[in-house]
Nanobody, 127 residues
Framework: QVQLVESGGGLVQAGGSLRLSCAAS????????MGWFRQAPGKEREFVAA????????KYPDSVKGRFTISRDDAENTVYLQMNSLKPEDTAVYYC????????????????????WGQGTQVAVSS
């Protein structure tokens, strides 16, 4: 069973930055594609960022492209989400997820393709 624990959320003013971390309980996340999603009150969970098993491929929706950066440190079994230039519309609970994939290059952006999820960390951006 894979357990993912997010941390780093909090309250920040618009224009500020936060770095979220996702620590995995498994021996290694090296063979998983990883992703971040978010869910605001009354809305569906939406894709925020994804990174391939190799770390060489990433994907972002237009809403965060250029502001958010996903990265991974397999030696530490940790995935990060650096969030800059935060906006009030970024307010949500942020979830980390892991997906089993067939090769090192696959990037997963569909929620249904992820196998494991964390409990989430709250991010609030004030205007």
């Amino acid at each position: 069973q894979v357990q993912l624990v997010e941390s780093g959320g909090g309250l920040v003013q618009a224009g500020g930055s936060l770095r979220l971390s996702c620590a995995a309980s498994i021996r290694t996340i090296a063979t998983y594609a990883m992703g971040w999603f978010r869910q605001a009150p009354g809305k569906e969970r939406e894709f925020v960022a994804a990174i391939s098993w190799s770390g060489s491929n990433t994907k972002y929706p237009d809403s965060v492209k250029g502001r958010f950066t996903i990265s991974r440190d397999d030696a530490e079994n940790t995935v990060y989400l650096q969030m800059n230039s935060l906006k009030p519309e970024d307010t949500a609970v942020y979830y980390c997820a892991a997906a089993r994939v067939p090769n090192t290059m696959v990037v997963v952006h569909l929620r249904t393709e992820y196998n494991y999820w964390g409990q989430g960390t709250q991010v609030a951006v004030s205007s």
